[in-house]
């Protein structure tokens, strides 16, 4: 087997040719308006928004800052467009129930006519109805209602009066009623003058009384029933005077609103209740406190606010369906809210206090919520899908729901709902709705999934160099010139991760552009140059570079003990990723194993005190297969071993550490030592492949950053074969790479790695399974021999002593 | 003060109330009034003496106004109502004064109504009376009391008909009666009084004569009267009007005041009392 050679420098890094692109800047190219490489997700919205049914909303899926919010919006408002204005609704008063305000639909742009209507209405009926009251003709036919009455009173009581002055009875007011009295010339008697009279007379006196006060309590008994007579006349004459000062501009407005059923039905509601309630236009406002509470301000004049119109959408001036975006989806928010006014310290409110919601102002057109929001709100989540399953917007507060509150709130009739609810979310999200509401997947049927990269094809290319001019177009940022825009391109392919890829991510390809516009403008560049990319790319890594820093300026002190020279038995210096915010960089770490006779274990020390990861622990059972299916196939693996991240005190996840420890576990074993200067990232398989890891870049550079003061030619970085084409090495990384000084090492095999780790003849098996001699693999093979043979001698002697000691087998 | 305003000089004002009066819009009215004419303010409380009288008859009984079911009369229960009813009037009546800054006094006496209250209307330039009290029910009277304003007091009278609303106009009666120029002596006082409070009120003069002639003669002498004072006025002649055309002439809104001499002929009629009875503002008799 030939050993491996490591990587060109060209392969590190795959360049973009600005000569591929005609153009000199992004001023000359066009606007990319289609969504570029996200064709699973257009083809899902495209079908999301056609699909008229219930169920059939959207959820795009995909990581923050991939640019769903943007595709929604573009989509939806191309598509918004081609639709209908919908309707303008309003809430009125229900003259019937107060509490349950009325729901209007009417045509876009007639709900604010409705309002001025009805506003000029009351203006109108303001003057036109005191002035009905104040002619003539109503005063003299009041009056003679009240006349009417008034002679009623007068003869009843003038009868009594009459008789009680001729039977010498005197009629009079007590704080309560009326007393009768005996009276001789105008005096009432005293009871000492009537019993002075003869016992006939006094007797005829006192039927009198009793006559007289039964006739009194029979006309007193009437005047309750004259009294609501008089008032019925009146409020009779009331209605037919304001119906008649009222009608002909109801009229009016009915003819206008003649296509509209249930304005109609409305105005007829007003009408009756203005009829009914003319008084209050008769009422001037101001006036003194009510007697006895001179700390309550006058009474104020007659509220009006019944016959207002509280319009909730006004679709006046819309060019097409809405697309309302709601950025804090509170339950009130969403579904709309009925607002209180504190009046001496008691809430009330009324049906204009209904505020719309954000499903209001969609209704008609598209709603989109950023579904962790949505899920944050109290309530938020379960109201959206009861109203999307309802098909209506019923406004209820939270306290209504939950019967926190009982006092009296408005019941605000329900309005139909015709929208389409597109949520944004990651993936996450997306997934663990589907596995744990039910309803989920009932109304949220359509899902765009988002692509994080694209393919750096040749075609793509020109267009992401169209979406670079868009961006900074869209930004107003200077114009890019071909070199910038190639710059952009393999940062964003260093963004995807993948030499053959450029990153979809757009808010992160955003951030670069705007921050290269700010290097250039500090450069003084006409237009933005692929140095002022790379400063920013720079800079970037710059601000974000403390921890990194820190930790190799321990390592170089010696804090952290990790060689980069020379070759140690049992000692591999692996590579980690660590991430912090938005930034991730490579860490080495020393691995290293030890080896003792024992049952064939080996431990994990991380696992042991529960710092190692689920997928980290099967890295090391993996390992642990390899090694006894290849070295003791036909033998007990009697070795006790231990294998340790030093210096590592956080937990520890993923696999690709499986190759390092696997080299560490087989030099301990060989006793061969293992170069400091190369490390190793990989994971194993149990046939010994090596399999591709995550973040290749980043663990290469981690390595060549620690190294790169002493750079001799020796350094350098196995990785697996698999990663080949994700390399996008920072340029530093690709010029040691190709002076010669920093080597990557792609490596197949455990043995094609142990070759360059050892600088041993790995060997390969023969027929029977044996390694050639002097070979690394032989090594390991014949001290697991040794071993399985001192376990077994070790096994002997225990069995011997226990039959000396016992005499009985222990089969326990 | 011009010479015509001190036609109505009013010194000292008796406030009337017996047991059947609510009082509140009266005292507030009275008090207002003193303060306005700057003037000596005295609360009168009468006890009927006649109820007492009658209270003492074991057969007495009382029909109630509201339920209309006799009950025996209380004495005692009578006489200590009307001293609560009293304390109360009193201390509203000191509160309100002490507000306006006005001056007054207050007593209870015991007596026949009429009696009493002419008795002490002579001490005063103005009694003023409520025109619901000893109402029988909304539309009918005791007739004694009706004919109280009328025929008892030697001073002028202002008769209310419960709370009333803020002045906005005046309608002064002219005739050819010795208590004309008093009349508009009153509505000229009257008038810069609220004037000078912000209120501007209107100022309609009606002249009343048995013929055109003297209806115009009327008009003339009030034109010139006012004239004199700056005053602006609408004049309205009303020539050979009888009681009746009279009374309807001078019906009134809630928010005017209406002056009147108390020589009017009309006011010794029914249709005078009607006219009282049926005006919803305040009611001046001017003597």
């Known amino acids: 087997m030939a050993a491996i050679s490591p990587l060109p420098a060209d392969a590190l890094y795959r360049r973009c040719d600005p000569a591929k692109f005609s153009f000199a800047t992004t001023a000359e190219l066009e606007i990319l308006e289609d969504i570029l490489g996200q064709a699973r997700a257009v083809e899902a919205v495209t079908f999301g928004i056609g699909m008229r049914r219930q169920g059939y909303n959207l959820f795009l899926l995909g990581p923050a800052g991939i640019g769903k919010h943007s595709l929604a919006r573009q989509f939806l408002d191309r598509q918004a467009k081609t639709e209908p204005v919908p309707a303008d609704w309003c809430y009125v008063n229900n003259f019937e129930e107060s509490g349950k305000p009325r729901a209007l639909r009417l045509p876009a742009g007639r709900a604010a006519r409705l309002r001025a209507d009805m506003e000029s209405l009351v203006e109108e009926l303001r003057s036109a109805i005191p002035a009905a009251f104040d002619s003539d003709d109503y005063r003299t036919r009041k009056q003679v209602i009240e006349q009417q009455f008034k002679e009623r009173h007068e003869q009843s009581f003038a009868v009594i009066q009459d008789q009680a002055r001729k039977k010498n009875v005197a009629l009079i007011r007590t704080p309560g009623g009326i007393a009768l009295g005996p009276t001789r010339e105008g005096e009432v008697l005293s009871s000492e003058e009537f019993r002075k009279l003869p016992a006939p007379e006094q007797e005829r006196v006192k039927a009198d009384m009793e006559d007289l006060q039964r006739q009194l309590q029979e006309t007193l008994r009437h005047v309750p029933k004259w009294d609501k007579e008089q008032r019925e006349k009146v409020r009779e004459l009331n209605r037919e005077v304001t119906r008649f000062a009222v009608g002909h501009l109801i009229d009016a407005l009915r003819k206008d609103y003649e296509d509209l059923d249930n304005v109609r039905e409305y105005l007829r509601a007003a009408e009756a209740d203005i009829v009914e309630n003319a008084e209050d236009f008769l009422v001037a406002g101001g006036g003194e406190p009510p007697p006895g509470l001179p700390f309550l301000p006058p009474p104020e004049a007659p509220s009006f606010t019944r016959y207002e119109v509280n319009v909730l959408i006004d679709n006046s001036g819309m060019a097409g369906a809405p697309v309302v975006y709601e950025d804090h989806p509170s339950h009130g928010n969403l579904i709309g809210r009925v607002e209180h006014i504190s009046q001496f310290g008691a809430l009330i409110t009324d049906f204009t206090l209904i505020k719309p919601g954000a499903l209001h102002r969609a209704n008609g057109g598209y709603l989109i919520l950023d579904v962790l929001k949505v899920l944050s709100q109290p309530f938020a989540w379960e109201e959206l899908k009861r109203v999307l399953r309802a098909g209506e917007i019923r406004i209820e507060s939270l306290g209504q729901i939950l019967s926190l509150v009982s006092t009296v709130s408005l019941e605000p009739e329900s309005i139909p709902l015709d929208a389409k609810v597109v949520l944004l979310g990651d993936r996450l999200v997306y997934y663990l709705l589907c596995d744990y509401d039910p309803e989920f997947s009932e109304l949220f049927k359509i899902a765009g999934d988002f692509e994080e990269d694209m393919p750096a094809t040749a075609e793509n290319l020109p267009l992401y160099a169209r979406l670079v001019g868009t961006l900074a177009k869209n930004d107003k940022l200077r114009p890019f010139d071909r070199g910038a825009v190639a710059r952009v391109i393999e940062q964003s392919a260093r963004l995807a991760g993948d030499a053959e890829k450029v990153s979809a991510h757009i808010l992160s390809v955003g951030d670069l552009l705007r921050e290269a516009n700010y290097w250039s403008q500090t450069n003084g560049h006409e237009f933005v140059t692929a140095a002022d990319v790379e400063s920013a790319v720079a800079a970037q890594i710059r601000r974000a570079s403390r921890v990194r820093e820190r930790i190799n300026e321990e390592i170089r002190r010696g804090t952290v003990l990790i060689d980069t020279s020379g070759a140690v038995p049992g000692q591999v210096n692996g590579l980690s990723v660590m991430q912090f915010g938005q930034y991730a960089f490579g860490r080495p770490t020393r691995i290293t194993a030890r080896v003792r006779l024992g049952p064939g274990r080996v431990i994990d020390i991380e696992r042991e005190v529960k710092l190692g990861g689920p997928i980290h622990s099967k890295g090391i059972l993996i390992l642990t297969g390899f090694l006894g299916a290849r070295y003791a196939a036909d033998r007990p693996l009697s070795l006790s071993a231990s294998l340790v991240f030093e210096q590592s005190y956080g937990e520890i996840e993923g696999d690709s550490a499986s190759l390092a420890e696997l080299v560490a576990l087989l030099s301990a074993l060989a006793g061969a030592p293992v170069r400091q200067s190369i490390a190793v990232t990989g994971s194993v398989n149990q046939f010994g492949q090596i399999q591709a890891i995550g973040a290749v870049n980043e663990k290469i550079e981690g390595f060549f950053d620690l190294c790169r003061d002493r750079l001799d030619g020796s350094h350098g970085v196995i990785i697996p074969s698999a990663n080949v084409h994700h390399l996008m090495l920072r340029r530093d990384v690709v010029e040691a790479a190709a002076a010669g000084r920093f080597h990557v090492y792609p490596a197949a095999t455990v043995d094609e790695a142990i070759e360059v780790l050892t600088g041993m003849t790995p060997g390969e098996a023969d027929s029977a399974g044996h390694f050639p001699e002097g070979s690394f693999n032989r090594k390991v093979e014949d001290r697991l021999t040794d071993m399985a043979k001192r376990a077994q001698k070790f096994s002997g002697l225990r069995e011997r002593g226990d039959r000396e000691h016992g005499g009985e087998d222990d089969t326990s | ?287």
């Not at chain 2, 006890?47 to 209380?74: N, Q, Y």
């Not at chain 2, 109504?113 to 002490?120: D, F, K, T």
């Not at chain 2, 000229?188 to 003069?205: D, I, K, N």
């Open chain 2, 1 to 287: 003060m011009s010479p015509l305003e001190e036609l109505f000089s009013v010194r000292r004002i008796l406030v009337a109330l017996d047991p059947t009066v609510s009082g509140t819009g009266l005292l507030d009215t009275a008090v207002e009034f003193a303060h306005r004419v700057e003037a000596e303010l005295e609360g009168l409380f009468v006890e009927d003496v006649e109820l007492m009288r009658l209270a003492e008859h074991p057969f007495a009984h009382e029909v109630s106004l509201t339920g209309g079911l006799p009950k025996p009369l209380d004495l005692a229960a009578i006489e200590r109502d009307w001293r609560a009813l009293a304390t109360g009037v009193r201390l509203s009546l000191e509160a309100r004064a002490r507000e306006m800054n006005v001056r007054c006094s207050f007593r209870v006496v015991r007596g026949r109504l009429e009696a009493e209250v002419r008795a002490a209307a002579a001490e005063a330039d103005l009694v003023i009376m409520d025109w619901a009290g000893a109402a029988l029910t909304r539309h009918v009277r005791l007739k004694t009391s009706a004919e109280l304003p009328v025929a008892g007091p030697s001073g002028s009278v202002l008769l209310l008909h419960g709370r009333p609303a803020p002045i906005e106009s005046i309608v002064v009666v002219c005739d050819d009666g010795p208590a004309t120029k008093r009349v508009l002596g009153a509505a000229a006082r009257l008038r810069s009084r609220l004037r000078s409070e912000g209120t501007a009120p209107r100022l309609t003069v009606v002249c009343r004569g048995e013929s055109r002639a003297a209806a115009a003669d009327s008009e003339n002498a009030a034109r010139e009267t006012l004239r004199d004072e700056g005053i602006d006025a609408v004049f309205r002649p009303l020539a050979g009007a009888g009681p009746e055309e009279l009374a309807d002439a001078l019906r009134t809104p809630a928010n005017a005041l209406l002056m009147l001499p108390a020589s009017l002929p009309l006011l010794s009629t029914d249709e005078g009392e009607r006219l009282i009875a049926d005006s919803e503002g305040p009611v001046l008799l001017v003597r």
